[in-house]
């Protein structure tokens, strides 16, 4: 223990350097400035940015790329609470309560418990990395794909409540998720599929971004352009106020949602560190357990901000913990870790069980720059506040073209193709039809973000075992994870079940449609 | 670039002459071509595999020696084991401004699929920078010293002997079924999506056996190292890799394999680009940061460029081709 | 339209969609495959039959009139509300058409830069009635900042189409610097 604390104050040493101190900020804001943007996340930050540490030490390259990944995580909170689009998939669950707080005038709010929940979470998760880093990455190892599956399932279970009240629709929602997901490449027989119309297009299978800006970004505004219409031109994109005073008291509002932080923290970060992973499953468990475990479940979607800090706690938890398999065995627990991961390569280092041994500067100064960087990036982002609520403060008409305009760059960006670009259109009009009739859109999104990691995880465990289902519940870890899984799947279905059988069935089962 | 040519153009002129003497009719003498906007470097990968961070190393080489007077700008189509990336630098047939980054999916995909309509000998040759090399790993637990033990632990356990490789009829895959067939094994190969997770598969023995490229196996490898995971038993190259690692040369197996690491330009690329790309590249496998990866990540195989490098394509494509047939992928 | 026809409109395309996906599907092996687990086409077959099954139940629903919207009569846009929304959705695709062109003629398009100002002053001026200048002001702003943002910082360049000639000079004195 005091060996820990020695080692992290020579880290704070580095940390605290006048260069590296000045990386840390300038990473923090342009990282937030990236999040912020729809269709540019961390990993296009941390990609892009990569070329440019090659000027400074590694230390401060990589406490630039790192504090430019917490800086996007703060940032894609922003987009997903002003415009409602999601900028990148860990801030998903953000749109579901963020969005609704903005719209009801309470975006800043919504912004302010999206900035410390994220501090929250970074910072126990920061400190968690500290202590107890080589037993977790031990964990991590012994996770394969059976695990990885059971903590698939585990996360479309915390969901089950997400729909609308319309069962079919539900599944239908699911259901189309799920197989758009599948279009590309059957990774199992390394043949393409579902490439329709024969459109090499859709060879490098549908980003989930394309469908979470055409549903949120285009479908959004039609939606908007119509209200607009019926209140005679005075709708806004976002009603929003703020003052000191208000900031003030959201934060003192916030200290009553410590529990779900708590939660948030905690599981972002167990989740964030297995490999594969990443952090969008964290965050969209937090929120499905933050729903299960509330006294207003009914709440959740409409405005309840417990949605936001929950997932936003989470995917800052899980952003450090996907750092702990990158950090201690050299393997990337998200695409934005793998491009670090190139980097340390790059500059000479050697990734892996040996790091923490041979550089024990560098290891420990990016642990220290981890702490510092929290701390900056919650100061950056809540005085960008002010200035995010006055540009929606522009004539609806002057915003809703700048708006599609971001959203056409971003659906073009991940992959440089025109062609996901109509593709997006498509899914916003679409999309916006469907609203119309009440179909829930936002269980597509969730299939299509989780899918991916889904089915080659299945495939795999099946291929393993020749075959046997029952390969799920032999194993230490994936057994107990399929066992609540499967209750977690099944409760809502058992539950009127079970009341009728005790004759108290007349209430109205639950509102997990 | 307008200013700048307009004082370059005297320079050139008297240059010319000059050049005329010295070199005769060569090279030199050929129009100069020089990038006018950001030149797209396409990846035939996703972000973070192997060719990835290879393409954003060589980016970082050439903005730091300032080799490139524009951005080099790495472009990720991935899609279709590299179909993608192949029809879209088809579609960019004649174009000076577009070069990609090519694994050996550059032979096996358009062998695969034909409909793709890829003719890769149309592709314009730039620079091969590298090989990758392959060796056979196994967890370091398992008690396997040597290939003898390796071909008795596969054999005794028949079907259920996991090999953890990337995507099917990839590299990994053909190394697997050449091992299954030369040693009369039923090995069972599962797919994953990059050699990074096959590397840690192997390490927390969800798989029993990798043939991963050094680079993606050592983190969990150094010679010597007592925190080893995973340790390697025989490599793929002509030459031993690790001290007291053999060749499957050297184990009477005369079978080496490499993946290309080059660069390739588009079809019908004007000649004089070609030429620019060549010296460009050139200059940055001359580099000292560039030998320096070479030698960390266990890589081989000399610079090869133009008639020589399509050479090397038309050869290691009728390879592929066999290879495809014996595994069953094409008839 | 009422709401009661867009539902039935909808749910009989989703069906036909749903069927196309099963076909594609279909391609590949997706019955059980002996020793390996589900063939390569089988997950996004049978949750496709899923979908399917799905649309039939909502189309059940709409036959028995089930549920609120089923049995809505009122018409799908009220009225005046379908020019504004069609007009943007035009607009749009107008705008993505033009960027790259959508393959008659041989016309190559005129870019994001080209595409983006018409899109932006056709917005402002005719369905906001802005006046010229702060409609002139963001139809050169936002294109503006959108290449210095992405093509200058972000070295993510966007297509061109026939305007890329007018790009090469601002690239020249870019990369001078």
């Known amino acids: 223990m005091m060996e820990i604390i020695t080692l992290l104050g020579h880290g704070f040493v580095v940390a605290l350097q006048p260069l590296n101190l000045v990386l840390i900020i300038v990473g923090c804001?342009?990282?937030?400035?990236?999040?912020?943007?729809?269709?540019?996340?961390?990993v296009n930050g941390v990609a892009i940015l990569l070329p440019l540490t090659f000027l400074v030490p590694p230390d401060g390259a990589i406490i630039f790329l790192c504090a430019i990944y917490y800086g996007a995580m703060y940032g894609g909170a922003i987009s997903s609470i002003m415009l409602g689009i999601p900028g990148a998939s860990t801030a998903v669950a953000?749109?579901?309560?963020?969005?609704?707080?903005?719209?009801?005038?309470?975006?800043?709010?919504?912004?302010?418990?999206?900035?410390?929940?994220?501090?929250?979470?970074?910072?126990?998760?920061?400190?968690?990395?500290?202590?107890?880093?080589?037993p977790l990455a031990h964990v991590a190892l012994t996770f394969g794909s059976q695990e990885t599956f059971a903590l698939m399932l585990l996360a479309f279970a915390t969901f089950v409540g997400l729909g609308g009240d319309d069962i079919a629709k539900t599944i239908f929602s699911i259901c189309i998720g799920l197989v758009l997901a599948a279009v590309g490449l059957d990774i199992i027989t390394g043949r393409p599929r579902l490439i329709f119309g024969d459109i090499s297009g859709f060879m490098h299978g549908i980003n989930f971004l394309v469908l979470a800006i055409g549903i949120y970004g285009i479908?959004?505004?039609?939606?908007?352009?119509?209200?607009?219409?019926?209140?005679?031109?005075?709708?806004?994109l976002s009603e929003a106020v703020i003052t000191?005073?208000?900031?003030?008291?959201?934060?003192?509002?916030?200290?009553?949602?410590?529990?779900?932080?708590l939660m948030g923290s905690f599981l972002g970060y167990f989740v964030g560190i297995l490999p594969a992973a990443g952090a969008t499953p964290g965050s969209l468990m937090a929120y499905g357990f933050a729903k299960q475990m509330s006294k207003h479940p009914e709440t959740f979607g409409k405005g309840n901000v417990e949605g936001v800090v929950a997932p936003e706690a989470a995917n800052n938890a899980a952003s450090t913990g996907s750092m702990l398999p990158m950090m201690t065995l050299g393997i990337p627990g998200s695409p934005t870790t793998a491009i670090l991961l190139g980097g340390m390569v790059i500059w000479g280092l050697e990734p892996g069980p040996r790091l923490f041994t041979s550089n024990p500067d560098f290891v420990w100064g990016l642990i220290a720059s981890l702490y510092v960087a929290n701390v900056f990036a919650l100061i950056l982002n809540i005085l960008f506040i002010p200035a995010f609520i006055w540009v929606l403060k522009l004539p609806f008409t002057i915003l809703a073209p700048i708006i599609l305009t971001l959203c056409l760059v971003g659906g073009y960006a991940p992959t440089q193709d025109m062609h996901d670009v109509w593709l997006m259109l498509i899914f916003g009009l679409v999309g916006y039809l469907m609203r119309k009739l009440d179909y829930p859109v936002a269980p597509a999104v969730l299939a299509i973000v989780l899918g991916p990691l889904t089915e080659p995880a299945l495939r795999q465990s099946l291929l393993i075992s020749g075959g046997d289902p029952m390969t799920f519940f032999y194993r230490p870890y994936s057994g107990p994870i399929m066992v609540i899984a499967l209750i977690l799947l099944f409760l809502p279905a058992l539950f009127p079940l079970y009341r009728m059988v005790t004759g108290g069935g007349k209430k109205k089962a639950s509102d997990s449609a | 670039m307008l200013q700048r040519s307009g004082r370059m153009l005297g320079l050139a002129l008297g240059m010319t002459g000059a050049a005329a003497l010295v070199a005769g009719v060569s090279s030199a003498a050929m129009a100069e071509f020089k990038p006018q906007k950001p030149i797209e470097f396409v990846v035939m990968a996703g972000k973070g595999g192997g060719a990835d961070k290879a393409v954003r190393f060589l980016q970082s080489i050439m903005a730091k020696e300032n080799l490139a007077s524009v951005p080099v700008i790495p472009v990720n189509k991935g899609g279709g084991s590299g179909a993608e990336a192949l029809v879209y630098m088809k579609g960019k047939t004649g174009d000076d401004h577009t070069i990609m980054f090519t694994l050996n999916s550059f032979y096996t995909t358009p062998l695969r699929q034909p409909e793709l309509g890829i003719d890769i000998t149309t592709f314009t040759p730039v620079m091969r920078m590298a090989e990758d090399t392959f060796c056979l790993w196994v967890n370091q637990e398992s008690g396997i010293d040597n290939i003898d033990g390796f071909v008795k632990?596969?054999?005794?356990?028949?079907?259920?002997?996991?090999?953890?490789?990337?995507?099917?009829?990839?590299?990994?895959?053909?190394?697997?079924?050449?091992?299954?067939?030369?040693?009369?094994?039923?090995?069972?190969?599962?797919?994953?999506?990059?050699?990074?997770?096959?590397?840690?598969?192997?390490?927390?023995?969800?798989?029993d056996s990798t043939v991963n490229n050094p680079s993606e196996q050592e983190p969990f490898f150094k010679p010597g190292d007592a925190s080893n995971k995973t340790k390697p038993l025989a490599c793929f190259t002509p030459e031993p890799i690790y001290d007291g690692v053999p060749t499957f040369k050297e184990?009477?197996?005369?079978?080496?394999y490499f993946m290309q690491r080059s660069v390739v330009g588009a079809p019908g690329m004007s000649a004089e680009a070609a030429a620019y790309y060549q010296d460009l590249f050139t200059k940055v496998f001359n580099s000292k940061d560039w030998q320096a990866y070479r030698v960390k990540q266990k890589l081989q195989g000399d610079a090869l460029s133009s008639d020589a490098l399509m050479a090397y394509w038309k050869k290691e494509n009728e390879v592929h081709r066999g290879m495809l047939k014996e595994m069953g992928e094409i008839k | 339209m009422t709401v009661r026809t867009a539902e039935l409109l909808m749910g009989l395309a989703m069906a036909v969609l749903s069927g196309y996906f099963m076909w594609k599907s279909a391609e590949l092996p997706i019955m059980w495959v002996q020793g390996v687990g589900p063939g390569g086409g089988a997950w996004p077959f049978w949750l496709s039959l899923v979908m399917l099954l799905s649309t039939l139940w909502i189309l059940f629903n709409w036959a028995f009139r089930i549920g609120a919207i089923a049995n809505n009569e009122e018409p799908l846009f009220e009225a005046g509300m379908f020019t504004p929304v069609a007009l943007v959705a035009l607009a749009l695709t107008g705008c993505i058409a033009?960027?790259?062109?959508?393959?008659?003629?041989?016309?190559?398009?005129?870019?994001?830069?080209?595409?983006?100002?018409?899109?932006?002053?056709?917005?402002?001026?005719?369905?906001?009635?802005?006046?010229?200048?702060?409609?002139l002001t963001t139809a050169i702003v936002v294109p503006v900042l959108t290449f210095v943002f992405f093509e200058v910082l972000l070295q993510i360049s966007l297509p061109k189409g026939m305007t890329e000639p007018l790009f090469l000079p601002i690239y020249a004195f870019i990369y001078s610097l």
């Open chain 3, 98 to 135: 033009l960027i790259e062109g959508i393959g008659i003629g041989g016309f190559k398009g005129i870019g994001f830069y080209g595409a983006l100002p018409l899109f932006i002053i056709f917005y402002l001026k005719v369905i906001g009635s802005h006046t010229w200048v702060s409609t």
């Open chain 1, 29 to 42: 804001a342009v990282g937030l400035f990236i999040g912020a943007m729809p269709g540019l996340g961390s």
């Open chain 1, 244 to 261: 000191v005073d208000r900031i003030k008291n959201n934060v003192i509002e916030l200290i009553g949602t410590w529990k779900t932080m």
């Open chain 2, 153 to 207: 632990a596969a054999k005794a356990k028949g079907k259920d002997w996991i090999m953890a490789g990337t995507g099917k009829a990839s590299e990994d895959n053909l190394l697997t079924d050449y091992l299954n067939t030369a040693y009369g094994l039923e090995m069972k190969y599962v797919p994953y999506k990059g050699g990074g997770a096959v590397a840690k598969e192997l390490a927390g023995k969800n798989a």
């Open chain 1, 219 to 236: 479908g959004e505004m039609l939606w908007t352009v119509e209200e607009n219409a019926k209140a005679g031109g005075k709708s806004m």
């Open chain 2, 251 to 256: 184990q009477g197996k005369d079978f080496v």
């Open chain 1, 94 to 134: 953000t749109t579901f309560d963020g969005r609704p707080l903005a719209k009801q005038g309470l975006a800043d709010k919504a912004l302010t418990a999206a900035a410390v929940a994220s501090f929250v979470g970074g910072s126990i998760s920061v400190v968690l990395f500290t202590f107890f880093a080589p």
